[in-house]
């Protein structure tokens, strides 16, 4: 996701939201399943048409033969919707675990074809310069929102400040810590407040969006999510397309001059503030992702 995430729907989305919506209509000349080659026109939902990757990104497809058209959207809310219902064709906005969201609760089948970037949430501390030096029984605070909660236990894990008893999961709460095995104790704040609260607790998961408010700067960080971890992957962000489209050739080239064009991944560190970790997970494993975490949201209706 981007690093902007301000509420549950919101934290599950990928990218800064500033634009206004526009309209969709449904493209008629890329079309599904194998796809074609050259002179297509693909129709493409974001949300922040504005950022710096999106215009080298628009001219290599170009130049590849591809028309690319962004369709902007006004609300993280929409894309999928319009995906779902053919009037865009791919949409590139959100992780792994909104999307999962999205197809439980709407019967959908989207799918994840290419991985774009991660956005690390960040421990941060006025108390203390490295992690290791947080002691034992010390109180680490975390959003009270429960994907942003669910994320940052799952960052103090991989700091090795606490242990879940699920392993964690994206549905992790303060009921899954298991206080015996763990360095710190959690309490859980209202990630507005957090900035301010900073000073009463030995560290803090900070919202990206709030990182600023508390005068720090994301290089200020001693712990976030490592890309490498497992439970980092559903936070994964990436391009969805309906699941008969899943193998279309022309998508799947859109996808790879995201991943490797010099101007676009220089605009997508640029839009992020050089907060994004570029990705180029293998599909399956998105796959994979997807398949789980939907499974682990219907394990905890």
Known sequence: MSRRTTSVLAALAAVPLFVALAGCATSTDAGSGDGGSGNETVKIGVVGKGDAQWAPFVEAAAEEGITVELVDFGSYEQPNPALTEGEIDLNQFQHIVYLAEYNNASGSDLTPIGSTAIYPLGLYSTKYDDVDDIKKGDTVAVPDD????????????????????????????????????????????????????????????????????????????????????????????????????????????????????????????????????????????????????????????
Do not use: C, H, W
């Open 146 to 301: 429960a994907s942003n909660q669910a994320r940052a236990l799952n960052v103090l894990q991989q700091a090795g400040l606490l242990e879940l008893k699920s392993g964690g999961t994206p549905y992790s709460d303060l009921a899954d810590i298991d206080a015996d095995k763990s360095k710190v104790k959690v309490t859980a704040l209202e990630g507005a407040l957090i900035p301010t609260s900073l000073p009463d607790v030995a560290a803090a998961i900070i919202n990206n969006d709030f990182v600023e408010d508390a005068g720090l700067t994301f290089d200020d960080a001693i712990a976030q999510d490592d890309p490498e971890d497992p439970n980092a992957l559903p936070y994964v962000n990436i391009f969805a397309a309906r699941a008969e489209d899943a193998d279309n050739e022309t998508y799947l080239k859109l996808v790879e001059i995201f991943q490797t064009n010099e101007d676009v991944q220089a605009g997508l560190m640029e839009s992020s503030g050089d907060t994004a970790v570029p990705l180029q997970t293998p599909v399956e494993d998105l796959v994979a992702s997807l398949e789980k975490v939907q499974k682990d949201a219907d394990a905890e209706k």
